[in-house]
């Protein structure tokens, strides 16, 4: 694994490293020499691990304070190749829902290049593989347009179900945070659900009890799924065609269809591994930004299992 992009950052906050000394290319690879402040950590150290010295024992083996570094470089010209396009996220927010589970689209959304290109520390080749992104937020017409989160929020939605801007297929993820499990969903709003997931092109998120709303609609029938630990039995009571996981799995994706396990027994912050996973996938995000975003927001690589 190249830490090329993640250097680069660390460079770019250490106040004195001399340009001179920090772009000397030669024969494709890059070197940076680089004086760490004795009396203070790398600012941005954050991003791997803490402290200079481990970070840099850990990853080149040096223990002094100057350290050489040579890496691999991958110049933005013409030949090469950057996974680069619009994502659209569509989050179905129809009522209520908890507002961790709401949020967890922010660790794609700081993937976006939008907000790598806004840091101030990224470096070119990370924000230049960045997508750009829009994030819809998406409410049941019979709700209104202002949609109440856990914790007293109330967040104000760009778009009804009926709005032709997400209609089936206009849309390449679809987040469906959790709601009260007796909640009330539109059955076009299901239908609309459903139509996303039939296209087979659009992955359908699931976090928490979300995993209600997606087999009220049909999507997880036959389908490896989650939810939530403690609902596990009432799941299999109400919608017996799902092969429940949640018991034993924080996530699992089956086809185009993520489901999240969270609960007073699975941890709501289980649509945060969801959202990792999925980035981790590689469909949208290249390793090396997705590494260095995860580690930025430091979510963390916990297992899939319990």
Avoid at 20 to 36: D, I, K, P
Avoid at 129 to 153: E, F, K, R, W
Avoid at 163 to 174: H, K, R, T
Wanted: hydrophobic letters at 40%; charged letters at 20%; proline letters at 5%.
């Amino acid at each position: 694994t190249s830490y090329g992009g993640v250097v680069d950052a660390l460079i770019r906050v250490v106040s004195d490293v001399r340009t001179s000394e920090a772009n000397q290319t030669t024969g494709g690879r890059l070197r940076y020499v680089c004086q760490f402040p004795e009396d203070e950590p790398i600012m941005a150290s954050s991003l791997l691990v803490s402290g200079r010295e481990e970070w840099q024992a850990k990853h080149f083996g040096l223990k002094d304070t100057r350290a050489l570094v040579e890496v691999e470089t991958n110049p933005i010209d013409s030949t090469t190749t950057i996974m680069s396009k619009h994502v659209r996220i569509g989050v179905f927010v129809p009522n209520m829902v908890q507002a961790l589970d709401c949020v967890t689209v922010d660790i794609l959304g700081s993937m976006s290049k939008e907000y790598v290109g806004a840091v101030g520390i990224m470096p070119p080749h990370i924000i230049a593989m960045a997508p750009t992104t829009t994030i819809s937020y998406i409410t049941q017409p019979s709700t209104g347009d202002h949609v109440p989160l856990s914790s007293g929020l109330l967040i104000k939605t760009s778009n009804f179900y009926t709005d032709e801007e997400v209609a089936p297929g206009n849309l390449d993820i679809v987040v469906v945070p959790g709601p009260d499990p007796a909640a009330k969903i539109d059955e076009a709003g299901l239908q609309w659900l459903k139509a996303h997931f039939d296209t087979g092109k659009v992955d359908i998120l699931s976090v928490c009890t979300g995993l209600y709303v997606c087999a009220a609609a049909g999507i997880a029938d036959g389908r490896l799924a989650s939810g939530p630990r403690d609902f596990q039995e009432d799941l299999r009571a109400r919608y017996p065609k799902i092969k429940l996981v949640g018991g034993k799995q924080r996530w699992v994706q089956d086809g185009n269809f993520w489901s999240s396990g969270d609960g007073v027994l699975g941890g709501v912050t289980n649509g945060n591994d969801l959202m990792a996973a999925y980035a981790r996938s590689g469909k949208y995000w290249p390793q090396e930004l997705a590494e260095l975003i995860l580690a930025l927001v430091d979510v963390g690589d916990r297992s899939a299992s319990f």
